[in-house]
């Protein structure tokens, strides 16, 4: 049984900072591919950033040059840097796991991950 727990959320002004974490269980290693996604009040949910099993990293053009994406394998740890946060990124952040051998924001907007963590809320204003 896989359990993916997001923290980290909360309530910034616009401009702050946030970062998120993820913590995978019943998952193996968090070197597979991981990453964010987010839903918005009255959005459809939108990948964010992805972390594949190679290294490799994608971003959602809406958060390019704001979000960073890293992980720890040392603490099996996934994270979301938020930077210079605007009201357009309020929503609920999911962290995700794909259990598919590669992964990118664009191969979610087809298919959606297999994993979901239950969400952090992020709140900008």
């Known amino acids: 049984h896989v359990q993916l727990v997001e923290s980290g959320g909360g309530s910034v002004t616009a401009g702050g900072s946030l970062r998120l974490s993820c913590s995978p269980s019943?998952?193996?290693?968090?070197?597979?591919?991981m990453g964010w996604f987010r839903q918005g009040p009255g959005k459809e949910r939108e990948g964010v950033a992805s972390f594949g099993r190679d290294g490799s990293i994608t971003y959602a053009d809406s958060v390019k040059g704001r979000f960073t994406i890293s992980r720890d394998n040392a603490k099996n740890t996934l994270y979301l840097q938020m930077n210079n946060l605007t009201s357009e990124d309020t929503a609920v952040y999911y962290c995700?796991?794909?259990?598919?051998?590669?992964?990118?924001?664009?191969?979610?907007?087809?298919?959606?991950?297999?994993?979901w963590g239950q969400g952090t809320q992020v709140t900008v204003s």
């Open positions: 019943g998952y193996g290693h968090i070197t597979k591919c």
């Open positions: 995700v796991a794909d259990r598919r051998p590669h992964c990118t924001v664009s191969i979610w907007r087809r298919a959606a991950p297999h994993h």
